[in-house]
Nanobody, 119 residues
Framework: QVQLVESGGGLVQAGGSLRLSCAATGSIFSINFMGWYRQAPGKQRELVASITSGGRTNYADSVKGRFTISFSRDNAKNTVYLQMYSLKPEDTAVYYC???????????WGQGTQVTVSS
C-alpha cells in the first residue's frame, strides 16, 4: 500500500507561480511512475506531467515550458513536485497526484488540491 498526501495548491494571479508537492509513504520501493493529473469543472481528468523512477519525464503540450516535474526520495518517502510558472486561468483545476507500481499492478491517487488562477 502507498499513502499520498498533497499540498501546495491555492489562489494565484495569472502569470504567477505555485509548487505542488505529493509525499508518498508505505511501499515506496514498488513505485515506478509518479504523475500529476488535473480536472477542471465539466472536463475529463487529464495528465499534466509525469516522471518515472528512471527520471524520464512527460508533459502535456499545454504546459510544456511552463511546468516542471521532479522528485526526491529517501528511505521513508518519495516526494513528487510540480513547479508551475506563468500560470494561466485555464490552468484552474483540481490537481491530483498519481503513483503507479511496477508493471501497473496498482495505482494510487492523492486527495486533490485546488489551483485557481485569476485573470
Amino acid at each position: 500500500q502507498v499513502q499520498l498526501v498533497e499540498s501546495g495548491g491555492g489562489l494565484v494571479q495569472a502569470g504567477g507561480s505555485l509548487r505542488l508537492s505529493c509525499a508518498a509513504t508505505g511501499s515506496i520501493f514498488s513505485i515506478n511512475f509518479m504523475g500529476w493529473y488535473r480536472q477542471a469543472p465539466g472536463k475529463q481528468r487529464e495528465l499534466v506531467a509525469s516522471i518515472t523512477s528512471g527520471g524520464r519525464t512527460n508533459y502535456a503540450d499545454s504546459v510544456k515550458g511552463r511546468f516542471t516535474i521532479s522528485f526526491s526520495r529517501d528511505n521513508a518517502k518519495n516526494t513528487v513536485y510540480l513547479q508551475m510558472y506563468s500560470l494561466k486561468p485555464e490552468d484552474t483545476a483540481v490537481y491530483y497526484c498519481n503513483v503507479q507500481t511496477f508493471g501497473g499492478v496498482s495505482t494510487y491517487w492523492g486527495q486533490g488540491t485546488q489551483v485557481t488562477v485569476s485573470s
